[in-house]
């Protein structure tokens, strides 16, 4: 028998909470063993199909048993269930008109009931005032309509076990596109939605030489005015400053690298950017722990390569045994079966292997990592092409030679499977050393980095009083307790600067078929010019999108730490409530 890790009390919570099975009285009737062997036996039991492959089920448990791989939360909870919807990522169309507008509405609940996140690009809907011919009336706008959208997913709980996230997505060269910038400002409304504005290659040019744009009304195609590039992409900068929306997708990127551009142009992402997906596609995704890829104190590449082999596998599979909730995203992934591959655990590698995040010798290692996984997973794509036949509309791809998958790899957010992983997430560097998570309809668990907590028990520095010292801050760099060379590699995100951050995500960018999730995170004093730094920066490096985050900007924020403060009027003390800084006298 293998010896397994033990999930740490923060990961049996949230098993428990969300993605354990009930019986009708809300009872628990598995446990997490039993969990990873009914997702296990669904998985492989699609090679029965085939004829081919057999012990694959023994192989799958153990990989995510001994936390080197984790599918996403809809096929951890749904595989072997009467939902058996396993796919996390969905777009859905929505056309110029009423019937097209409320059918989204109808897909993307349907889609919400069963796990899946939705994005939508509203840019083929009318401006707001524009002509509507049948009733002599005028459009109410993409931003008007979206508040449907958000109302309907705020009724539905996506399985009972996961809140509804959606993507909004608006050209910006829409004449709607200032209305769709400011939409969040208030920073409550549209609490269902990410929203991202489609910036082109040409907008950002314009911006660049200090021209003026034309907004195109999608109705005729027509120019209706122009604007200043450079003033909306101060706007964008200001809003995703104040509030974190809207993030950025940079459209002509993404579609220059379509990988089946006969079939049409993509328009739009699942809700974290990771997957630009065309209309009514959908895509699987799941994670290799790169911080159980060691053998001693060095990476283990061929252990690497072979989970990164079960993964494709299992992802493969993962697309035979959804059922899924519309019929035609069935048709549109069964033709290109798409799937995400991607890591976590980077920040952890970077620490075991003395590596400052941000550094020449951390981008370094992120090249060879990412190609070494890319190489890998296309290889395996092909050898399964080779018995079960390439995607079916690869005559309709840019890809030549036999191939399983449209795409492979996506790098994932992974907030939640990385927590029962025990290990960071994504490619993201550490938010804090300990801090509080906000999961579980408002429950905040408390973490402090494992790795950390080692080495701190291990050189003796972890003295009473000093993790209360830790909780209060970012970043270690002032605790003088901690000692020099282990506070140079546990940087923490505000340690970073945001430009080191955007050429990591492009590192991994450049071998990712997919996207990447990266989310830049900013202290609390960056300015908007910082920002509008960031989006030009990224869209030069490369990126397929961008989205910042400037600390205590929004209410309720997912990590948050115990902050303190001078108010910077009257200069007494405050403190963090729910991530955002107030003074009890200022206000």
């Not at 010896?3 to 009285?25: C, G, H, M």
């Not at 050393?433 to 080495?455: A, C, D, K, M, T």
Request: aromatic share 6%; net charge negative; charged share 25%.
């Amino acid at each position: 028998m293998p010896s397994f890790p033990s999930f740490t009390a923060n990961a049996l919570q949230v098993l428990e909470r969300r993605y354990l099975r009930k019986d009708e009285n809300g009872r628990t009737v598995e446990d997490p063993d039993q969990m990873l062997r009914r997702v296990a036996a669904d998985v492989a039991g699609v090679n029965e199909r085939y004829g081919d492959r057999r012990g694959e089920e023994e192989e799958f448990y153990n990989a995510m048993r001994s936390l080197e791989f984790l599918p996403n939360s809809p096929t951890l909870m749904n595989a072997g269930t009467e939902i058996q919807q396993l796919s996390a990522c969905f777009v859905i169309p929505v056309e110029d008109s009423i019937e097209s507008i409320y059918d989204a509405v109808k897909f993307g609940a349907m889609v919400q009931q069963t796990g899946g996140g939705v994005g939508y690009s509203f840019s083929r809907l009318r401006p707001e005032g524009d002509q509507v011919r049948s009733t002599g009336g005028v459009a109410s706008g993409p931003v008007s309509f979206m508040r449907v959208f958000n109302a309907a997913t705020e009724a539905i709980k996506q399985g009972g076990r996961r809140r509804g996230a959606n993507m909004g997505v608006l050209r910006v060269d829409h004449p709607d596109i200032e209305r769709f910038i400011r939409a969040k400002d208030d920073l409550t409304s549209f609490s269902n939605f990410n929203i991202s504005v489609a910036v082109t290659d040409r907008f950002m040019e314009s911006a660049a030489r200090g021209e003026e744009y034309d907004l195109i009304n999608p109705r005729n195609g027509k120019a209706v005015r122009s604007m200043s590039a450079s003033r909306i992409l101060d706007r964008m900068a200001t809003s995703a400053w104040r509030g974190g929306d809207p993030g950025v997708l940079f459209i002509d990127t993404v579609n220059r690298h379509n990988p089946t551009p006969g079939l049409g142009a993509i328009e739009a992402t699942n809700p974290c950017g990771e997957v630009p997906l065309l209309p009514f596609e959908a895509c699987n995704l799941g994670s290799v722990n790169l911080d159980r890829m060691f053998s001693g104190d060095r990476i283990d590449w061929d252990k690497l390569g072979a989970t990164v082999d079960l993964g494709v596998r299992f992802l493969d599979n993962v697309i035979d045994a959804t059922r899924f909730p519309l019929p035609q995203t069935e048709v549109v992934v069964r033709g290109n079966r798409k799937i995400g591959l991607g890591v976590m655990g980077f920040a952890d590698m970077l620490v075991r292997l003395n590596l400052r995040y941000g550094s020449k010798a951390s981008m370094e290692l992120a090249g060879r990592l990412i190609t070494f996984v890319r190489q890998r997973a296309d290889a395996t794509s092909r050898a399964i092409a080779e018995s079960r036949g390439s995607f079916p509309n690869i005559d309709r791809s840019a890809i030549r030679g036999p191939c399983r998958n449209a795409t492979v790899l996506s790098i994932a957010p992974t907030g939640t499977i990385s927590m029962i992983a025990g290990c960071s997430s994504g490619i993201e560097p550490y938010y804090a050393i300990s801090y509080s998570r906000n999961v579980l309809e408002g429950q905040h668990l408390e973490e402090v980095q494992p790795l950390f907590l080692s080495i701190a028990r291990q050189r003796g520095f972890l003295e009473r009083g000093l993790l209360e010292r830790i909780e209060r801050s970012h970043s270690l760099q002032d605790i003088e307790e901690v000692p020099a060379d282990v506070r140079e590699v546990f940087v923490t995100a505000h340690d970073i600067p945001a430009i080191d951050q955007i050429d990591l995500q492009a590192t991994f960018q450049e071998h990712v078929d997919n996207a990447v999730s990266k989310t830049i995170n900013l202290p609390a004093d960056a300015s908007w010019h910082d920002v509008r730094k960031i989006i030009v920066h990224a869209h030069a490096r490369g990126c397929k999108g961008i989205t910042v985050y400037r600390e205590g900007s929004k209410p309720g924020q997912v990590l948050t730490t115990i902050m303190e403060a001078s108010c910077p009027t009257c200069r007494r003390l405050m403190r963090a409530e729910e991530g955002a800084l107030q003074c009890e006298h200022c206000g």
